[in-house]
């Protein structure tokens, strides 16, 4: 009976383990998790840094292209913009009269359908590496209720962005703010 005894605590400590080795090897699987996502994070950051550095941004987009010289960002020389295919698409419960969507003077939705939700454009905007103002104005039929409308954009080549904003009365006059 003592034999038993003793063997149930001794399978007991075995089953437990030795602190200073299971730390050891906890130390040792987080040291080899570590150095590999150290160089995957390290890496994309040096990426963005080198993108910074050369003072352009290169996307890989055809299109139109305007030079701006100088500035706080590029002091050095030149930095080009360019106008990048985008899918804009307008989300709302209640049909709006009118949408409006400016990037400066230009109006983005030139044509948009707004019988449906969600109503679907293909146009063009300028991504700026400081972040894209777009002036956003909507009115609805006298009577209707606050509602949201959800303006998503899909530039070729990038992330889709989605801003919502609530109507005040029969009307909405918005800057939205898009960063890529």
Not at 76 to 100: C, K, N, Q
């Amino acid at each position: 009976m003592l034999t038993a005894k003793v063997a149930a605590t001794t399978l007991m400590q075995i089953m437990r383990g030795f602190p200073p080795i299971q730390i050891f090897l906890l130390g040792l699987a987080f040291g080899l998790l570590a150095f590999p996502l150290t160089k995957l994070t390290t890496g994309a950051a040096m990426h963005a840094q080198e993108t910074e550095a050369h003072g352009h941004e290169d996307h890989g987009h055809e299109g139109e292209e305007r030079v701006v010289k100088g500035g706080t960002d590029h002091p050095e020389g030149e930095h080009r913009h360019v106008e990048v295919p985008t899918l804009a698409r307008l989300r709302y419960a209640h049909r709006p009269l009118s949408v409006s969507l400016k990037q400066g003077d230009e109006e983005l939705l030139k044509g948009m359908d707004l019988s449906a939700s969600p109503a679907e454009l293909s146009t063009a905007i300028e991504i700026s590496h400081e972040g894209n103002d777009l002036i956003l104005t909507a009115t609805w039929p006298e009577g209707t209720p606050d509602t949201a409308l959800t303006v998503e954009l899909e530039p070729d080549g990038f992330e889709i962005h989605r801003e919502t904003r609530w109507s005040s009365g029969s009307s909405l006059d918005e800057v939205l703010t898009f960063t890529w």
